[in-house]
C-alpha cells in the first residue's frame, strides 16, 4: 500500500500557516500605528490653526463645520490652560492667517482669550494685553497642554500591542516546537 | 526690579544737561513685549527732555511726528517757514510716505515724579501707568474712515516698513515750536510669513518607532525560521515511519497467499 502522505500540508500546517500571516498583519498594523504617532508635530497644529480659526469666507459646509470646530476647540484650550498659540502669542503675529484678516491688528495682535480673564470673563486689562505687559495675556503655548495627554495615552497603546505581539511570538515557537516532536 | 527703575528715572533727571542729542525711545521691552507689532509702535514718552526749555509759567504741549524712513530724502521738516509746527496728517502725507504726518498730541510728562513702572502688577494702577509712561502710534483702527473725527488721527502703521519719530515741544499760546528731539532710529514693524510655507513633514523618526520596527522583524524572522524547522524535520520523520509502516504491511502477505 502505497502511502501518499508527501507534499499535502497537514492541518496542523496550514494552522502555522495562517497564524504566520495573521502575526505578520499584526505587525504591520503595530509598526503603522507607532508611525503615525510622528505625524503629530506642532508644525501640524500650527498650521491648521491659522488656516481654520475664526475663517469667515468658508467654501462650502465641510469647510464651514471644520473651521467652527477648530475655532470652537482652541477658544476652549485657551481659557482653559491659560495658554495662547502652539508655541507662543508670537505665532499670530510672525504669520498671517484668516484670523488676521477678519480682525486688525491694532485692536487685536492676538485672539482676545490669550489674555488673562476677569471672573467675569473679560480681558483685565485690554491695553495691558495688546502690548504684552507680564501678567495681562498668556505667553505659553498651548502645544504642551495638547501633546501631554495625547503622548500618554498614545504610547499606552502602543506598547500594550507590542507586548502582545511577543506574548504571540512565544506562544507561536512553543507551538512549533511541541507539533514537531509529537506524532500525528 | 523696582531699584533698576528708581535708577532709570535718575537716569532720566541726569539728562537734563544732555542739550538736544535726545531721540525718542521705543517702550521698555520689559514691559512692552510685544512691541514693534505688524501695524503699531509704542514709544516712550519724553520724560525729561525738553525740561531745559520749559518756563514756570507757560503752558506747553507736545506732538508727535512720525514718517517713514524713506521720506527723509523728500522732506523732514516738521516746522514751517515761521516756527509753526506743521499740520500734516496720515492721509495728506500717505501714511508718512511723503513727509511728517502729526501722530499724537499730549501733555508734557511730569519729569519729577515719573510714573513707577513697577506699579504695573497692580491691577487698578495698570492703566494709568500704561498712559502716562508710553504712547501706542497706531493704535486708531477706525479713525482714517470716520469723516466726523476731528482729532488727531492715529491710523495703523504698514506691516514691514521703517519709520522715523519726533518730538516738538510747542507753546501753546503762541503755537511756535520751542524745542524738538532728534529723528529717532529707525524702527521696523514686523514682517509676515504665510503658513502655507509651514513644513508639516515630521522629519526623522521617532526612536521607539526604530525600535519596535527591529524587533518585530526580528521575531517575524525567528518565526519563520522556526517554521521551516519544524516543517523540514516533520517531512524527514513522516518518511522514515511511511516506510518503515510499509516494510510491515507487506511482510504477512506472503504466508497469505501460499496458503
Known amino acids: 500500500m502505497e502511502n501518499n502522505s508527501r507534499h499535502t500540508p497537514s492541518r496542523k500546517q496550514t494552522y502555522i500557516i495562517l497564524m504566520l500571516i495573521t502575526y505578520a498583519f499584526e505587525m504591520a498594523s503595530c509598526i503603522t500605528a507607532a508611525t503615525q504617532r510622528d505625524f503629530l508635530t506642532p508644525n501640524l497644529f500650527l498650521k491648521q490653526m491659522l488656516e481654520r480659526y475664526n475663517k469667515s469666507d468658508t467654501d462650502n459646509n465641510n469647510d464651514k463645520w471644520m473651521a467652527e470646530g477648530v475655532t470652537k476647540t482652541w477658544d476652549e484650550l485657551m481659557l482653559q490652560k491659560h495658554c495662547c498659540g502652539v508655541r507662543g502669542p508670537s505665532d499670530w503675529q510672525e504669520y498671517t492667517s484668516t484670523f488676521r484678516s477678519s480682525h486688525k491688528d491694532a485692536d487685536f495682535p492676538w485672539p482676545r482669550n490669550c489674555c488673562v480673564m476677569d471672573a467675569q470673563g473679560s480681558p483685565v486689562n485690554l491695553d495691558g494685553c495688546k502690548l504684552g505687559v507680564p501678567g495681562y495675556y498668556n505667553s505659553n503655548g498651548c502645544y504642551d497642554a495638547i501633546s501631554g495627554p495625547m503622548n500618554t495615552q498614545a504610547w499606552g497603546v502602543a506598547w500594550f500591542g ?23 | 526690579m523696582s531699584s533698576s527703575w528708581v535708577v532709570l528715572a535718575f537716569c532720566c533727571l541726569g539728562q537734563l544737561c544732555a542739550g538736544n542729542s535726545l531721540k525718542p525711545q521705543i517702550a521698555a521691552p520689559q514691559l512692552a513685549t510685544n512691541n514693534p507689532t505688524l501695524t503699531t509702535v509704542a514709544l516712550e514718552k519724553p520724560f525729561c527732555m525738553f525740561d531745559s526749555s520749559l518756563h514756570p509759567n507757560k503752558s506747553y504741549v507736545i506732538y508727535l511726528y512720525a514718517m517713514k524712513e524713506t521720506a527723509s530724502a523728500i522732506s523732514s521738516l516738521v516746522t514751517d517757514n515761521s516756527g509753526k509746527p506743521l499740520d500734516s496728517t496720515f492721509h495728506q502725507t500717505s501714511g508718512g510716505q511723503l513727509g511728517p504726518y502729526k501722530a499724537a498730541l499730549f501733555d508734557v510728562p511730569n519729569c519729577a515724579s515719573p510714573p513707577k513702572l513697577a506699579d504695573v502688577g497692580d491691577v487698578n494702577k495698570v492703566s494709568d501707568v500704561l498712559k502716562q509712561y508710553l504712547f501706542r502710534v497706531g493704535d486708531d483702527g477706525t479713525c482714517l474712515y470716520d469723516p466726523n473725527f476731528l482729532a488727531v488721527c492715529n491710523p495703523p502703521l504698514a506691516p514691514d516698513t521703517t519709520y522715523r519719530f519726533k518730538y516738538v515741544l510747542l507753546d501753546s499760546t503762541e503755537g511756535i515750536m520751542k524745542a524738538q528731539t532728534l529723528w529717532s532710529d529707525p524702527i521696523k514693524t514686523r514682517r509676515v510669513k504665510i503658513p502655507l510655507k509651514i513644513d508639516t513633514w515630521p522629519g526623522r523618526r521617532s ?33 522514515t515511519r511511511c516506510m518503515s509502516q510499509t516494510i510491515q504491511q507487506s511482510e504477512p502477505r506472503p504466508q497469505l497467499s501460499s496458503e
Open chain 2, 207 to 239: 526612536g521607539d518607532m526604530i525600535v519596535i520596527t527591529s524587533i518585530l522583524s526580528v521575531l517575524v524572522f525567528l518565526l519563520l525560521a522556526g517554521f521551516l524547522a519544524s516543517v523540514g524535520s516533520k517531512d524527514s520523520s513522516a518518511e
Open chain 1, 162 to 184: 507590542f507586548a502582545i505581539l511577543c506574548w504571540t511570538f512565544f506562544v507561536l515557537l512553543g507551538t512549533m516546537f511541541y507539533w514537531s516532536r509529537i506524532e500525528y
